[in-house]
């Protein structure tokens, strides 16, 4: 298993509005697991530093390539935590934009595509402002004990979100291309 295990799943059914959110930190979890880049394994990367707790479903959207070199990032509203490894068809509201050690590291927002609880959800404005609070205060202060510099940004609404998901899967597109192209 490596990590190109992933990359066969697309972005999403209807890109940039519905995308693909593979989880690697279910709700509610202070543990913080990545896909190890060598083996394709979900690994305990590390605990939080403070009682926090990841305010949604956290994981990436496969084959996109953010700023930061890694995938694209997303945050997924649900009724309840799902697991590890869990496929999410999302329909994406929002963009967090915020930097993190100096780099944009932006987080795709969005809600369960198929789930009736959010059949209504088309923005940001569906949203309870308490809880897009909540998430921007985890975001703010989720390292701070461990010492690393993060500045949150805020919130950018769905054309921004589906400008990025486009940019993130055209700049995973070109990266996949010079790799191919630089294998002949």
Same mark, same amino acid.
């Given at each position: ?100 050690? +100096? ?50 940004? +805020? ?30």
């Amino acid at each position: 298993m490596n990590r190109y295990d992933f990359m066969h799943v697309p972005p999403g059914s209807d890109i940039p509005f519905v995308v693909n959110a593979i989880i690697e930190i279910p709700q509610g979890r202070r543990s913080k697991f990545e896909v190890d880049k060598n083996t394709g394994l979900f690994r305990l990367d590390r605990y939080l530093y403070s009682s926090s707790h990841y305010p949604g479903d956290y994981g990436f959207i496969p084959q996109t390539l953010a700023e930061d070199g890694d995938a694209l990032d997303i945050l997924v509203m649900v009724s309840e935590p799902t697991f590890t490894g869990c496929l999410i068809e999302t329909r994406v509201l929002g963009l967090f934009k915020m930097s993190d050690r +100096g780099q944009n590291d932006y987080k795709v927002f969005g809600v369960p595509h198929t789930d009736p609880l959010f059949a209504d959800y088309e923005s940001l404005a569906d949203v309870s402002p308490h809880y897009l609070r909540e998430i921007e205060h985890f975001f703010a202060t989720y390292k701070q004990l461990e010492g690393a510099h993060v500045e949150t940004k +805020g919130w950018a609404g769905a054309k921004d979100a589906t400008d990025e998901v486009r940019q993130s899967v055209d700049r995973y597109n070109k990266a996949r291309l010079g790799a191919w192209a630089s294998t002949d």
